[in-house]
């Protein structure tokens, strides 16, 4: 058969299903189709941005049409940059999906392109016109990863290309990109974490795309944080970066074992929400908390973007002559990224004076990027002093021991029993813990740190009869008192 013909009958049953209210949703517009691909569908009509697809799905052709993919023509046109070779990435075609690179937009006759103009439904599912022949609920579907180099498909495929748009460059070398074995390998409620699949039906995701049944473990990848049919949320994400709660889409994980648990003798784990918001840790009996002594970090008015305004902050790197060596996107998610003549480090593991805090400048909180690196040298020394009062573990075993320091050493063992009560030791424990765990070296609240390692001290003063030198006892005294802390006598 021709590819007229067939296009012809492939547009007579894309009529004819829509009378009919397809695949569970119903029909509002039909629309004959270009005729000039066997295998790719585009609009039916393109003055309305009406797909051939959505004539059946409807809710999905009234989510899409709201995100930046139905832009990505206008978009590239109004740049005054647009080429030949943007068409791959802002058209309908082969080239993100199964379907061969030649079809859709890059071979239709300049008559029909208009009908493979932005990143339709195809764009991502592949060609749909077999679907439209024998119509059912398992294809065209999509694929999860993020990229698959051998099969060319996923996000990836156009979300790249350094140095100006590496956005899975830059997360293939972040945190998200990894799988934690340890996480894994236990399963269960770990899942809802540290595996992409998991967290995406967690967050509302679809079930339909091609790894679903795969036993295989994913990574955090772009469609478990982002919506491709849409979300109302910025960027497409599945859930708001602006909550100040458990809603927010990223301390809907980073808020696990924030604060002891008698059934959990792990210590804190991915506690970064709750501190940020001023709620994790242990906090002493007649403990308060002046819930109005907050930095630009934690306030909405002033950082109302919440962790992202740090954690996915762009940043451009120059390298040799001034000519532009990384766009880096802040798919990293690293607040202060390690950069180079080439870019972006990603060990995450250099030293400060090699990281950019152009987040921190950027957001209006230090004027410059050595106030703010001065500014964290200055909060990691505090709270490791404050830290190191209750405990420092010498040898790094994660016990307390022979040979450690600080008031916690005085304590009888008998007050980590780790039973149905916590103790003040215990709980003492948890905040010097919670320092380290958290990982931002206080910056994710430091008037609330200092504050409940302050009056952590003082607990185990009074309830263990312990003492500090006085100078350090007055000046414990002191921080507490400015940083609106009362401790009630017993």
């Given at each position: 058969?021709?590819?007229?013909?067939?296009?012809?009958?492939?547009?007579?049953?894309?009529?004819?299903?829509?009378?009919?209210?397809?695949?569970?949703?119903?029909?509002?517009?039909?629309?004959?189709?270009?005729?000039?691909?066997?295998?790719?569908?585009?609009?039916?009509?393109?003055?309305?941005?009406?797909?051939?697809?959505?004539?059946?799905?409807?809710?999905?052709?009234?989510?899409?049409?709201?995100?930046?993919?139905?832009?990505a023509w206008a978009d590239l046109q109004a740049s005054g940059q647009a080429t030949a070779a943007c068409a791959k990435c802002h058209t309908t075609n082969g080239t993100s999906n199964v379907?061969?690179?030649?079809?859709?937009?890059?071979?239709?006759?300049?008559?029909?392109?208009?009908?493979?103009?932005?990143?339709?439904?195809?764009?991502?599912?592949?060609?749909?016109?077999?679907?439209?022949?024998?119509?059912?609920?398992?294809?065209?579907?999509?694929?999860?990863?993020?990229?698959?180099?051998?099969?060319?498909?996923?996000?990836?495929?156009?979300?790249?290309?350094?140095?100006?748009?590496?956005?899975y460059e830059d997360w293939s070398h972040g945190a998200h990109r990894g799988l934690e074995a340890p996480a894994i390998s236990t399963g269960g409620a770990c899942l809802q974490c540290h595996?992409?699949?998991?967290?995406?039906?967690?967050f509302g995701g679809s079930q339909v795309y091609v790894e679903f049944t795969d036993a295989k473990a994913y990574p955090i990848g772009c469609a478990t944080c982002h919506n491709p049919h849409?979300?109302?949320?910025?960027?497409?994400?599945?859930?708001?970066?602006?909550?100040?709660?458990?809603?927010?889409?990223?301390?809907?994980?980073?808020?696990?074992?924030?604060?002891?648990?008698?059934?959990?003798?792990?210590?804190?784990?991915?506690?970064?929400?709750?501190?940020?918001?001023?709620?994790?840790?242990?906090?002493?009996?007649?403990?308060?908390?002046?819930?109005?002594?907050?930095?630009?970090?934690?306030?909405?008015?002033?950082?109302?973007?919440?962790?992202?305004?740090?954690?996915?902050?762009?940043?451009?790197?120059?390298?040799?002559?001034?000519?532009?060596?990384?766009?880096?996107?802040?798919?990293?998610?690293?607040?202060?990224?390690?950069?180079?003549?080439?870019?972006?480090?990603?060990?995450?593991?250099?030293?400060?004076?090699?990281?950019?805090?152009?987040?921190?400048?950027?957001?209006?909180?230090?004027?410059?990027?050595?106030?703010?690196?001065?500014?964290?040298?200055?909060?990691?020394?505090?709270?490791?002093?404050?830290?190191?009062?209750?405990?420092?573990?010498?040898?790094?075993?994660?016990?307390?021991?022979?040979?450690?320091?600080?008031?916690?050493?005085?304590?009888?063992?008998?007050?980590?029993?780790?039973?149905?009560?916590?103790?003040?030791?215990?709980?003492?424990?948890?905040?010097?813990?919670?320092?380290?765990?958290?990982?931002?070296?206080?910056?994710?609240?430091?008037?609330?740190?200092?504050?409940?390692?302050?009056?952590?001290?003082?607990?185990?003063?009074?309830?263990?009869?312990?003492?500090?030198?006085?100078?350090?006892?007055?000046?414990?005294?002191?921080?507490?008192?400015?940083?609106?802390?009362?401790?009630?006598?017993?």
């Amino acid at each position: 058969m021709c590819p007229r013909a067939l296009a012809k009958l492939l547009t007579a049953a894309t009529l004819s299903l829509a009378a009919v209210g397809c695949v569970h949703e119903n029909a509002s517009q039909t629309g004959t189709g270009p005729a000039s691909t066997p295998t790719f569908l585009g609009y039916s009509s393109p003055a309305a941005q009406q797909t051939v697809c959505g004539n059946c799905h409807v809710l999905r052709q009234a989510e899409w049409i709201k995100t930046g993919h139905a832009k990505a023509w206008a978009d590239l046109q109004a740049s005054g940059q647009a080429t030949a070779a943007c068409a791959k990435c802002h058209t309908t075609n082969g080239t993100s999906n199964v379907g061969p690179d030649s079809a859709g937009f890059l071979t239709a006759t300049r008559a029909a392109q208009k009908y493979f103009q932005d990143v339709q439904c195809e764009a991502c599912h592949g060609p749909g016109a077999a679907h439209v022949t024998v119509p059912d609920e398992t294809q065209p579907i999509p694929y999860l990863v993020s990229y698959d180099s051998t099969l060319h498909v996923g996000c990836g495929t156009c979300h790249s290309g350094a140095p100006h748009a590496s956005f899975y460059e830059d997360w293939s070398h972040g945190a998200h990109r990894g799988l934690e074995a340890p996480a894994i390998s236990t399963g269960g409620a770990c899942l809802q974490c540290h595996e992409g699949k998991t967290v995406e039906q967690r967050f509302g995701g679809s079930q339909v795309y091609v790894e679903f049944t795969d036993a295989k473990a994913y990574p955090i990848g772009c469609a478990t944080c982002h919506n491709p049919h849409g979300s109302g949320n910025t960027a497409e994400l599945r859930e708001p970066i602006t909550a100040r709660d458990t809603t927010n889409l990223c301390i809907r994980c980073h808020q696990r074992n924030a604060v002891p648990d008698t059934a959990n003798t792990r210590g804190p784990h991915s506690p970064q929400g709750p501190t940020y918001l001023g709620t994790s840790g242990w906090r002493p009996a007649g403990f308060v908390w002046d819930s109005t002594n907050i930095t630009t970090h934690a306030s909405a008015a002033a950082n109302p973007r919440l962790c992202v305004t740090c954690h996915l902050d762009t940043l451009d790197v120059n390298g040799a002559g001034g000519r532009l060596a990384w766009h880096y996107t802040g798919h990293g998610f690293y607040a202060t990224p390690c950069v180079d003549s080439a870019g972006v480090d990603s060990t995450d593991s250099c030293a400060i004076t090699q990281r950019s805090f152009a987040a921190c400048t950027a957001s209006g909180c230090h004027a410059t990027g050595d106030a703010a690196s001065t500014s964290l040298e200055g909060l990691d020394q505090e709270l490791g002093y404050l830290t190191g009062t209750l405990w420092t573990d010498v040898n790094g075993d994660g016990k307390i021991d022979a040979g450690d320091t600080g008031l916690l050493t005085q304590v009888p063992a008998t007050e980590f029993k780790r039973d149905s009560v916590i103790t003040v030791a215990e709980g003492a424990l948890f905040n010097v813990q919670l320092v380290g765990v958290d990982g931002s070296h206080g910056v994710h609240n430091p008037p609330y740190l200092r504050a409940l390692l302050s009056a952590t001290i003082q607990a185990v003063q009074q309830r263990y009869g312990l003492s500090v030198p006085p100078v350090e006892a007055a000046r414990i005294a002191r921080a507490a008192a400015g940083l609106g802390v009362r401790i009630a006598p017993r």
